[in-house]
């Protein structure tokens, strides 16, 4: 086996050759030829091309497969699959587009299974499921890594459209190549090609020959066909609104039992916690894992069982008045449902500044990643908020920035933030802590340039060349869409379960002779998880064990 990712690879990438392209045995292959068709391949056959909406998955008996990304009438090499190796990468449990072409060039036979059998074949055989997705999951962060995608992003770091697209592509792991206009002298080819101007950016060159202008999310996710594989009008056993650490917890148990699940979310698997650089206290990971990368497992987890997600779309309205309920999305489709679980999760509160709108994205965040991380190397930066996601912001931050300043309204962080996030925010002398202190002003013309803020405590107020700020404060819940139908209490927080008073529950109609289940609103058959729910603890490990117990009682409410 032969293949421009190991060619290149570094040592410990080198080690892991083995897991990125295994050699099955015959047992293994007899095992996988029981689920698919043994056919004979020749030399110069495409058995599908880069575009295909279906990608077969095919294990090489005899012969030779190349992986090939074509650009014009060129093509990059990728990989090369020998007897006992199979193809595909994690694009195959979604049903997306094939990111590459695959040719035999070494004529012989495959077996070949579409993706429902090998669904079937990654759900029933745990020693293969365990090699086949484990290579599956590599190859996907390789191809991040090498930038082999059919997409190329041009954009400035200065734009804050072109921070969204990135952090939209990062988060939904498709790997794209990035073009800056401020640094890469030779960009002004392909913007003559493609008859782009400076002014258009962020710009994205989909497939290699659609060109989107400063796109949204759901243009995005249209061209590169992320949801094309969904049908959004079969009657699902339970539809999930928000794909944060609630949603897909319930959608990989859900699954995992048989049911029929689909997930809506607004932007990207992981919710506010995917936007997290380094969860230390969350079960299982002593070293600590990033947002991201969680819920990057639990979106594949929740693939593998046959949960679907539909993505870069958001709930407008539920219809409540009849069963099945229905779901009204972006562009107008009612999705049906038997069962309900909402898991939206909340927002961080954007403080009532004049100017805040004018500098979001480009000089203003609601979430710390890597990408934010490298536009303030060397510069100050403040941390607004005294929760646990500020203080990881703080953390991450002070590695790569010159000063965080941590700007909090309370007396300290013992009340609102884990004890050894406060410990090291105390000893890590890049950060400065300014208690009772608020921001008043955010300056500047097409960039932030100053920011003013005062001392609760003494009315001070001072000013100072920052230009980054980082907004981690509070919660509003994202319940709009929920006008109506469920009860909620008065910031806007679903109430569930015992929380609902009985005269709350007379006043919704509630019409069975039984009482809500634990976390079931006051409409039957209808859940709230995670953040969105009133009472619960802001916490990723909470917010999952809620997502997982509620599909017990969705059980019970489908053969109510």
Same mark, same amino acid.
């Given at each position: 086996?032969? %293949?421009?990712?190991?060619?290149?690879?570094?040592?410990?990438?080198?080690?892991?050759?083995?897991?990125?392209?295994?050699?099955?045995?015959?047992?293994?292959?007899?095992?996988?030829?029981?689920?698919?068709?043994?056919?004979?391949?020749?030399?110069?056959?495409?058995?599908?091309?880069?575009?295909?909406?279906?990608?077969?998955?095919?294990?090489?008996?005899?012969?030779?497969?190349?992986?090939?990304?074509?650009?014009?009438?060129?093509?990059?090499?990728?990989?090369?699959?020998?007897?006992?190796?199979?193809?595909?990468?994690?694009?195959?449990?979604?049903?997306?587009?094939?990111?590459?072409?695959?040719?035999?060039?070494?004529?012989?036979?495959?077996?070949?299974?579409?993706?429902?059998?090998?669904?079937?074949?990654?759900?029933?055989?745990?020693?293969?499921?365990?090699?086949?997705?484990?290579?599956?999951?590599?190859?996907?962060?390789?191809?991040?890594?090498?930038?082999?995608?059919?997409?190329?992003?041009?954009?400035?770091?200065?734009? $804050?459209?072109?921070?969204?697209?990135?952090?939209?592509?990062?988060?939904?792991?498709?790997?794209?190549?990035?073009?800056?206009?401020?640094?890469?002298?030779?960009?002004?080819?392909?913007?003559?090609?493609?008859?782009?101007?400076?002014?258009?950016?962020?710009?994205?060159?989909?497939?290699?020959?659609?060109?989107?202008?400063?796109?949204? &999310?759901?243009?995005?996710?249209?061209?590169?066909?992320?949801?094309?594989?969904?049908?959004?009008?079969?009657?699902?056993?339970?539809?999930?609104?928000?794909?944060?650490?609630?949603?897909?917890?319930?959608?990989?148990?859900?699954?995992?039992?048989?049911?029929?699940?689909?997930?809506?979310?607004?932007?990207?698997?992981?919710?506010? $916690?995917?936007?997290?650089?380094?969860?230390?206290?969350?079960?299982?990971?002593?070293?600590?894992?990033?947002?991201?990368?969680?819920?990057?497992?639990?979106?594949?987890?929740?693939?593998?069982?046959?949960?679907?997600?539909?993505?870069?779309?958001?709930?407008?309205?539920?219809?409540?008045? +009849?069963?099945?309920?229905?779901?009204?999305? %972006?562009?107008?489709?009612?999705?049906?449902?038997?069962?309900?679980?909402?898991?939206?999760?909340?927002?961080?509160?954007?403080?009532?500044?004049? &100017?805040?709108?004018?500098?979001?994205?480009?000089?203003?965040?609601?979430?710390?990643?890597?990408?934010?991380?490298?536009?303030?190397?060397?510069?100050?930066?403040?941390?607004?908020?005294?929760?646990?996601?500020?203080?990881?912001?703080?953390?991450?931050?002070?590695?790569?920035?010159?000063?965080?300043?941590?700007?909090?309204?309370?007396?300290?962080?013992?009340?609102?933030?884990?004890?050894?996030?406060?410990?090291?925010?105390?000893? &890590?002398?890049?950060?400065?802590?300014?208690?009772?202190?608020?921001?008043?002003?955010?300056?500047?013309?097409?960039?932030?340039? +100053?920011?003013?803020?005062?001392?609760?405590?003494?009315?001070?107020?001072?000013?100072?060349?920052?230009?980054?700020?980082?907004?981690?404060?509070?919660?509003?819940?994202?319940?709009?869409?929920?006008?109506?139908?469920?009860?909620?209490?008065?910031?806007?927080?679903?109430?569930?379960?015992?929380?609902?008073?009985?005269?709350?529950?007379?006043?919704?109609?509630?019409?069975?002779?039984?009482?809500?289940?634990?976390?079931?609103?006051?409409?039957?058959?209808?859940?709230?998880?995670?953040?969105?729910?009133?009472?619960?603890?802001?916490?990723?490990?909470?917010?999952?064990?809620?997502?997982?117990?509620?599909?017990?009682?969705?059980?019970?409410?489908?053969?109510?």
């Amino acid at each position: 086996m032969t %293949d421009t990712i190991a060619a290149a690879a570094p040592l410990t990438l080198t080690a892991r050759i083995g897991q990125l392209f295994p050699t099955l045995t015959p047992a293994q292959i007899a095992r996988v030829a029981a689920h698919g068709q043994r056919h004979p391949i020749q030399r110069g056959e495409v058995l599908f091309e880069a575009g295909s909406a279906v990608i077969p998955f095919f294990v090489v008996v005899e012969g030779r497969i190349e992986i090939v990304q074509p650009s014009g009438a060129t093509e990059t090499l990728v990989a090369v699959h020998g007897p006992g190796q199979f193809s595909g990468e994690i694009q195959m449990l979604s049903g997306r587009r094939a990111l590459a072409r695959a040719r035999v060039s070494e004529s012989g036979e495959v077996i070949e299974l579409d993706r429902e059998r090998l669904l079937a074949l990654v759900q029933t055989d745990s020693e293969l499921s365990e090699i086949i997705m484990r290579a599956f999951i590599l190859r996907r962060v390789e191809l991040i890594a090498h930038g082999f995608g059919d997409v190329v992003l041009i954009g400035s770091s200065h734009c $804050a459209g072109t921070l969204r697209v990135k952090e939209f592509l990062t988060r939904n792991a498709h790997p794209y190549t990035y073009i800056d206009l401020d640094r890469d002298a030779d960009v002004q080819g392909l913007l003559d090609r493609f008859h782009i101007s400076a002014s258009d950016v962020p710009v994205l060159i989909c497939r290699g020959d659609v060109v989107l202008r400063n796109p949204t &999310n759901q243009q995005i996710a249209d061209c590169l066909g992320f949801n094309a594989a969904i049908n959004e009008t079969r009657i699902r056993d339970v539809v999930i609104v928000g794909a944060g650490p609630g949603g897909l917890a319930a959608a990989v148990y859900a699954a995992s039992e048989g049911l029929d699940v689909l997930v809506i979310e607004t932007n990207a698997p992981g919710g506010q $916690a995917g936007s997290s650089s380094k969860i230390e206290n969350y079960l299982g990971f002593p070293t600590g894992i990033s947002g991201q990368a969680l819920a990057g497992r639990a979106y594949t987890q929740a693939q593998k069982f046959g949960a679907q997600v539909i993505i870069a779309k958001s709930a407008k309205q539920l219809a409540c008045d +009849r069963k099945p309920y229905t779901i009204e999305i %972006d562009d107008g489709q009612r999705v049906p449902a038997r069962s309900v679980i909402i898991a939206t999760g909340a927002e961080y509160r954007k403080p009532p500044l004049e &100017n805040l709108t004018r500098f979001e994205g480009a000089s203003v965040y609601y979430g710390a990643t890597h990408m934010e991380a490298q536009l303030c190397v060397g510069d100050e930066v403040i941390v607004v908020g005294g929760g646990n996601s500020a203080g990881q912001a703080a953390v991450f931050l002070a590695q790569t920035a010159k000063r965080v300043h941590v700007l909090v309204r309370s007396g300290g962080l013992a009340e609102s933030m884990s004890r050894y996030l406060v410990r090291r925010i105390e000893e &890590n002398p890049a950060i400065v802590l300014r208690t009772q202190t608020e921001i008043t002003a955010l300056e500047g013309d097409n960039h932030l340039e +100053r920011v003013r803020w005062r001392d609760n405590q003494t009315g001070k107020t001072e000013t100072h060349d920052i230009r980054h700020v980082f907004f981690m404060t509070g919660g509003v819940p994202n319940t709009r869409w929920l006008d109506g139908c469920v009860v909620r209490d008065a910031k806007g927080f679903i109430k569930t379960g015992p929380d609902l008073s009985q005269d709350e529950l007379t006043a919704a109609h509630w019409p069975l002779g039984r009482l809500p289940h634990l976390l079931e609103t006051s409409l039957p058959g209808v859940f709230a998880v995670g953040d969105v729910r009133a009472g619960s603890i802001k916490r990723v490990a909470s917010a999952v064990g809620e997502g997982s117990i509620t599909v017990a009682f969705v059980h019970q409410v489908l053969h109510e």
